[in-house]
């Protein structure tokens, strides 16, 4: 297989290409899928070359800079590599970027999106058999493309209707949408996948788990929106990674997929189990407590009050099951953060120039 994933130095896309590299180095079974991976990149504020760095002189591995709105560098990447598969990550993601300024959001996941199917529609048309019938789209979205829930109501399944609240979510609905379209009008073999919240190794910090992590370990204020009680459904993103590599191999053409942690909780009960982490592995030189610093501010903007993912589908149809608990997940995204400091910093003061820092 000659995989082109788009996005790939982001949070979850570094984590699939490492996964992907990693797990077919040896020879196995799957080491004769994997021939080449392209990785195509518009390297904005959150992509981060640092996250595949060992990894870059793999001889399967191209990385390529552009972005996936560019119709003429996707057609060559397309054609010169023979692509059998696109993984699109590629997107704007963050909920308060797309309330403080939507249109970035609207160009990325909407057309940037819409131009990646067309050339992958018009590369797809010319194969030969066999490879016209194997090859495949796969759509990376999210959960927030169903609204929000009640705190009785059954968590989101494929079918649940599309209700999005932010910019952000709205813009992933409509991708999901023109995905929804080129498969039923042209016949192009795509799948999609709506996740959960993700967290683990490589995740950007201005997201709620690697920002309190942080901002505990330099003594500034843990920010928590409104009461704290907004409740996410958090997935390992290695269990993510692992999902959308079985849907991608076994997945059923023009089918969506939801990919869930299994793991409701609100998000003050996240900050503060982070604290009492670190509280062990990390203490504070005062002797104080870190959940001293938790601080409540104003909430968000039309803020969903709860998601919840529903995988029935993914678990019945495709045997996947996540590996990682949430206690043992998150223990091993401080482990990570506490290991790899010199990460944090070359984001956090290095590299970036941040307007603020959010909690989504």
């Not at 959001?105 to 797809?124: E, K, M, S, Y």
């Not at 939801?258 to 005062?286: F, Q, S, T, W, Y």
Request: aromatic share 10%.
């Amino acid at each position: 297989m000659n995989l082109l994933v788009t996005g790939g130095y982001g949070f979850i896309g570094s984590n699939f290409i490492r996964q992907r590299l990693i797990e077919t180095s040896s020879l196995t079974s799957d080491a004769s899928r994997l021939t080449k991976l392209v990785n195509l990149d518009k390297l904005t504020y959150a992509g981060n070359p640092a996250n595949l760095a060992d990894l870059a002189a793999d001889p399967r591995y191209v990385f390529a800079q552009g972005d996936i709105g560019d119709a003429a560098l996707v057609a060559r990447l397309l054609a010169e590599h023979q692509i059998d598969a696109i993984v699109n990550f590629a997107a704007e993601s963050h909920v308060d970027r797309s309330i403080d300024s939507p249109e970035p959001f609207i160009q990325t996941n909407v057309v940037g999106t819409l131009r990646l199917l067309n050339c992958a529609r018009l590369f797809w048309a010319q194969l030969p058999e066999p490879k016209k019938n194997a090859f495949r789209f796969l759509h990376v979205s999210t959960d927030e493309v169903y609204g929000s829930l009640t705190p009785d109501a059954a968590p989101f399944t494929e079918d649940h209707v599309y209700e999005p609240n932010s910019p952000y979510a709205a813009s992933k609905a409509a991708s999901d949408h023109l995905v929804r379209a080129y498969q039923h009008t042209y016949g192009l073999p795509t799948l999609t996948t709506n996740c959960s919240n993700n967290y683990g190794p490589y995740h950007f910090p201005e997201k709620l788990i690697p920002l309190v992590i942080l901002n505990a370990l330099d003594g500034k204020p843990l920010p928590v929106y409104g009461d704290g009680q907004q409740i996410r459904d958090w997935l390992y993103v290695e269990d993510h990674c692992a999902a959308i590599w079985r849907v991608l191999q076994q997945g059923r053409p023009g089918e969506t997929y939801n990919i869930g942690g299994l793991c409701e909780k609100p998000n003050l009960e996240i900050v503060r189990m982070i604290c009492h982490l670190l509280d062990r592995k990390a203490p504070r030189a005062d002797g104080q407590r870190y959940d001293s610093l938790i601080k409540f501010v104003a909430d968000r903007p039309g803020h969903d009050r709860r998601y919840a993912i529903d995988c029935t589908k993914l678990q019945r149809e495709l045997g996947w099951q996540p590996r990682e608990s949430f206690v043992t997940g998150l223990e091993k995204t401080v482990d990570w953060y506490l290991a790899h400091r010199a990460w944090c910093d070359d984001i956090t003061s290095k590299r970036y120039a941040r307007e603020r820092l959010g909690t989504g």
